[in-house]
C-alpha cells in the first residue's frame, strides 16, 4: 500500500514521464509463471517505455526487436515500444514477475514539439 500511495508522487518528480496525453501511462505489470505476451507494437514512438523491475525471478525475459534482455530487480529497462515486443516468464519460476511501467518522452522531442503532442492528445474528461 505504501508504494501505491507514493507513486503519484514519484512519477510527479521525474522529468520526463508522459503524464498530459494519452500515450502516457504508470502502471504495474504482473506475469504468472507460464505466462507471456505475445509480439507486438505501441501505438507511437514519441514515447520510450521504462520497464523497472520491482519482483523478477530468474528466466524471464524482454525481447524488442529480436535483442532479448532479462529483467534486474531495481534496475530499469528502457525501449521503444513502437518496435515489436514481447515477453515471457517460464513456467518452473516459483513466482510471479512485477515491474513498473513508466512511459518517457522520447529524447529526440523538443519541448516545443512536446506541448504540440500533448495539446493533440490530451485525455477526454
Known sequence: VCVCLSLPTF???????LSHNVFGNVFFSRLSPGASVEPHCG???LRVRCHLGLHVPAGGVLTVAKETR?????????FDDSFEHSVSLPSDCPTERVVLIIDLWHPGLTSAERSVLD???APLE
Open 11 to 17: 512519477t510527479q518528480q521525474w522529468t520526463g514521464v
Open 70 to 78: 532479462t529483467w534486474v530487480e531495481d534496475g530499469c529497462l528502457f
Open 119 to 121: 495539446t493533440l492528445f
Open 43 to 45: 501505438p507511437t514512438n
